[in-house]
């Protein structure tokens, strides 16, 4: 019977073997601190890399929070590790005033580095991230040398043993532009701004994620801009996101003008460490009101009317969108997808990427018709 299984598993591994390609788009998936349970939601050995979101950069080059890492993180540290997934560390800086002050000092700079490079380390460390989004004005002197910290610390992490992947998130739009290509050139990955295109504040309701359309961010255009600086399309990974916005909006014509700051709502209910700041979730909503799929942008969108008459309107993504998505990394022979954060689709949707995308390798798809020919336990 063993020997039957295993020739038929070869079998069908030597005729799919076609479909099992080296361009296989690759998933990677964020973890909010603000939920230390939220990697339970997927399969960890189906992911290719984990990003520890977020360990926050002050002014002066020291990490100025640290979310509990890595003390309080044993047990994601020990899942990653028996399912063989890479955990990289994501370094956050938001503030231009923050930026200028921090790489127009040397000595904050070096301080910095050295930070990073001992995070970088750490047992159970495979990386790190800089995810520096910069959207106002960030000084030219400071920019060059943030060019400069990016080379050192590539230099750096390449010398480690064994050497460690350093990945950068590479906003769209905005007043500065950190990245020029010879500093891309030097990083393993750049995550590309997928999301946000409407926002909590934006003075109209619209797609979050678009596809393509006309939007200031869509992922046509950060591919673009991507390749314009040089990088690879296998380099690429575009940002997904697993929550939507909710806003209160004057009229029921699509995309209209918003009252007042939205709601930001998770795919799917959150049962464990709900974050205090997501009240609905989008499935409940399209329970209640229904939705439609927008072609035009690639994502999708539902209407109703309050009890006291207010107009509301909430944009998302789901199956259909990422279906969509999925055909474009295709297409495009993209470096893959992040997922942020995990656990807002109680796994749904990552998962759902797990089976559109099909096995990485011949040995993966063998271990998945192994799986399936096992009877469950009772």
């Given amino acids: 019977m063993h020997f039957r299984r295993l020739s038929t598993c070869l079998l069908l591994a030597l005729l799919l073997q076609g479909s099992v390609s080296a361009e296989t788009p690759k998933a990677w998936g964020y973890i909010g601190w603000w939920q230390p349970q939220s990697w339970r939601t997927v399969a960890l050995g189906q992911l290719d890399r984990l990003l520890f979101f977020e360990l926050k950069v002050s002014p002066t080059g020291e990490i100025a929070e640290r979310h509990g890492w890595p003390e309080k993180w044993a047990d994601l540290r020990l899942a990653a590790r028996q399912n063989n997934t890479p955990l990289d560390l994501t370094l956050t800086l938001f503030e231009?005033?923050?930026?200028?002050?921090?790489?127009?000092?040397?000595?904050?700079?070096?301080?910095?580095?050295?930070?990073?490079?001992?995070l970088a380390g750490g047992e159970g460390v495979n990386g790190l991230q800089l995810d520096f989004e910069i959207y106002s004005h960030a000084r030219p002197d400071a920019i060059d040398r943030y060019r400069e910290f990016v080379g050192a610390l590539s230099k750096r992490l390449r010398l480690q043993s064994p050497p460690k992947n350093l990945s950068v998130f590479l906003p769209v739009g905005g007043e500065s532009r950190l990245y020029d290509a010879a500093t891309l050139g030097q990083v393993d990955h750049v995550v590309l701004q997928g999301y946000d295109s409407h926002w909590l504040e934006s003075k109209a309701a619209g797609p979050v994620a678009p596809l393509t359309g006309n939007d200031a961010v869509t992922w046509e255009k950060a591919v673009a801009l991507g390749a314009s600086l040089g990088v690879p399309?296998?380099?690429?990974?575009l940002g997904f996101p697993l929550y939507g916005y909710e806003w209160m909006v004057k009229g029921q014509t699509l995309r209209s003008a918003t009252i007042g700051k939205g709601s930001t709502t998770s795919f799917a209910p959150i049962h464990v460490d709900r974050p205090h700041d997501i009240e609905f979730n989008v499935q409940d909503q399209v329970r209640r009101y229904g939705a439609s799929h927008d072609t035009a942008s690639g994502s999708s969108y539902y209407q109703f009317r309050r009890k006291d008459g207010q107009y509301m309107e909430g944009w998302f993504e789901d199956w259909w969108t990422l279906g969509r998505k999925i055909d474009y990394l295709l297409n495009e022979q993209l470096g893959g997808i992040a997922f942020f954060s995990l656990g807002y689709d109680d796994g749904q949707l990552v998962d759902y990427f797990f089976r559109r995308r099909g096995p990485r390798s011949l040995q993966d798809l063998i271990d998945q018709i192994e799986k399936a020919k096992t009877p469950p336990t009772q």
């Fill in 96 to 118: 231009p005033a923050a930026f200028n002050t921090l790489f127009s000092s040397t000595n904050a700079t070096v301080r910095l580095l050295d930070e990073a490079s001992s």
């Fill in 233 to 237: 399309n296998t380099r690429m990974l």
